[in-house]
Nanobody
Framework: QVQLVESGGGLVQTGGSLSISCAASGRTFSSYAMGWFRQAPGKERELVAAITRSGVGTLYADSVKGRFTISRDNAKNTVYLQMNSLKPEDTAVYYC????????????????????WGQGTQVTVSS
């Protein structure tokens, strides 16, 4: 079982930057592939970025490529999402997700593939 706790959300102006974190419990964090998802009001939850268990492989939604960076520190049981050049359409609740990775190269796009979820952190980008 993994417990995930997000932090670092808040209010930022258009064009600004924000970094959010997700701390995981447990001693096997390095065996989990991780993902960041977001859900805006009235919309479905969508993938933002995902990372392999080693951190070598990453993937991003087209809408955030070149602006967001996912990373992880397995020694600290933490995954990060650095968000730059923020836009009002990035406003959402951001969720951290985890699952056991089948392979070292595995990164997962689908919400249904993740077993564990955090409670979410609000990110609001003002125009």
């Amino acid at each position: 079982q993994v417990q995930l706790v997000e932090s670092g959300g808040g209010l930022v102006q258009t064009g600004g930057s924000l970094s959010i974190s997700c701390a995981a419990s447990g001693r096997t964090f390095s065996s989990y592939a991780m993902g960041w998802f977001r859900q805006a009001p009235g919309k479905e939850r969508e993938l933002v970025a995902a990372i392999t268990r080693s951190g070598v492989g990453t993937l991003y939604a087209d809408s955030v490529k070149g602006r967001f960076t996912i990373s992880r520190d397995n020694a600290k049981n933490t995954v990060y999402l650095q968000m730059n050049s923020l836009k009002p359409e990035d406003t959402a609740v951001y969720y951290c997700a985890a699952r056991q990775a089948l392979y070292s190269s595995s990164a997962y796009r689908s919400e249904a593939e993740y077993a564990y979820w955090g409670q979410g952190t609000q990110v609001t980008v003002s125009s």
